[in-house]
């Protein structure tokens, strides 16, 4: 499989920085390339890129289709405006919306019955890395948060502590984390094997390759280095076959 690189812009860049951004991406044949704007940049992003090549994500969605949700955004409308991917789950939601494992399980849920592709996001906290207990916060977040079945999904590993920080895990525990997030998957999916998983906290141009190569590593969830075209550049090209 190609790996994934996803660049989540969260709640940066207006039009004309999108506009600059996307006309100087560069695609790589070892890679699938998704950009994840805010949600009133969804439709003008899609028109700007201009290729199907480059696939356009959402940073969220609602558990249900429609209705009285003020201020929320479903699955459907994601579609209708050209989404190929919605990110569920990322920890600013969990840590900022209080969204429970459930809540994110609802939304990927609301995301796969749309055909969008769900990239669940799982990490651990800080104390929980320091108490020796990331292994047990993953398998929770992977039995509550992750459907059971067949589905076309996603899981983005984002250790919360390296979100943003410029800290990231070993090569060594990125490796050892996703072997035991492949397994853990094998209790939820016949298909287990080809779900791709994301690494995902600080991702940058320097460390993009190293982290690329390692084993079970199927792409990157990329923050504040999907921002310039430079450093997203590099690591699109530092995807490996
Ligand atoms: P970062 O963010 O690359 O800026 O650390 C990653 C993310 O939150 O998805």
Redesign the pocket.
């Known amino acids: 499989m190609k790996q994934l690189i996803v660049g989540?812009w969260k709640m940066n860049l207006n039009r004309g920085d999108i506009k600059e951004l996307v006309k100087a991406i560069v695609l790589h044949e070892n890679a699938d390339v998704v950009v994840c704007p805010a949600f009133p940049y969804l439709d003008y992003a899609k028109h700007r890129i201009g290729t199907e090549e480059i696939k356009i994500g959402a940073q969220d969605c609602h558990e249900e289709a429609s209705g009285a949700f003020t201020g929320d955004v479903s699955a459907q409308m994601l579609v209708d405006v050209g989404c190929s991917y919605v990110i569920v789950g990322?920890s600013e939601r969990r840590q900022q919306h209080q969204e429970s494992n459930y809540q994110v399980l609802q939304k990927a849920q609301a995301a796969l019955a749309h055909s969008l592709v769900p990239i669940i996001c799982i990490g651990e906290s800080d104390e929980d890395n320091r108490a020796g207990k990331t292994e047990e916060v993953l398998a929770q977040q992977i039995a509550d948060s992750i459907p059971r079945g067949s589905f076309e999904l996603v899981v983005a590993y984002?250790p919360i502590w390296?979100?943003?920080t410029g800290r990231t895990p070993t090569t060594q525990d990125i490796k050892r984390v996703h072997k035991f997030i492949r397994a853990e998957l094998a209790k939820k999916s016949p298909l287990s094997k080809s779900i791709p998983i994301l690494y995902?906290?600080?991702?940058n141009d320097k460390n993009a390759a190293s982290i690329l190569s390692l084993e079970n590593v199927n792409g990157v969830?990329?923050?504040?280095?999907s921002l310039k075209a430079e450093s997203f550049n590099q690591i699109i090209q530092a995807a490996v076959s």
């Not at 995902?200 to 991702?203: L, M, N, P, Y």
């Not at 969830?221 to 280095?225: N, S």
């Open positions: 989540n990322h984002e390296a979100i943003g995902g906290g600080s991702v969830l990329v923050g504040g280095a």
